[in-house]
């Protein structure tokens, strides 16, 4: 199994990023696809999920309304669109996947996912 995210970059505050996560070895459409975050001595923060139909979505409250998540199973990738960047932002971004016990379902938590990717860095300058 292999998720490999993209879209790393630099950018100043106020910009965008979409950040990608090709997902192989897996059968994507089984599996709920979150985003999860880590900045430099801190935990691992959730950023999003979607569940495996994408008929749920759920943010962490310090991106609500400025990250959006999506996915393409027919491409098996999970996609992350980020406006409205802050330095707050600036972090490792990680994919993960969590077998979705049912469509709808999903989780936050970090030891819920089953499979990570390796992260890209997104920097956002003030």
């Known amino acids: 199994v292999q998720l490999v995210e993209s879209g790393e970059g630099l950018v100043q505050a106020g910009g965008s990023l979409r950040l990608s996560c090709a997902i192989s070895g897996l059968t994507v459409s089984n599996y709920a696809m979150g985003w999860f975050r880590q900045a430099p001595g801190k935990g691992r923060e959730f950023v999003a999920v979607?569940?495996?139909?994408?008929?749920?979505?759920y943010y962490g409250d310090s991106v609500k309304g400025r990250f959006t998540i999506s996915r393409d199973n027919a491409k098996n990738t999970v996609y992350l669109q980020m406006d409205t960047l802050k330095p707050t932002d600036t972090a490792i971004y990680y994919c993960?996947?969590?077998?979705?016990?049912?469509?709808?379902?999903?989780?936050?938590?970090?030891?819920?996912?089953?499979?990570w990717g390796q992260g890209t860095q997104v920097t956002v300058s003030s």
């Open positions: 993960a996947a969590d077998y979705g016990r049912t469509t709808t379902y999903y989780a936050i938590v970090p030891g819920e996912f089953d499979y």
């Open positions: 979607i569940s495996r139909s994408g008929g749920s979505i």
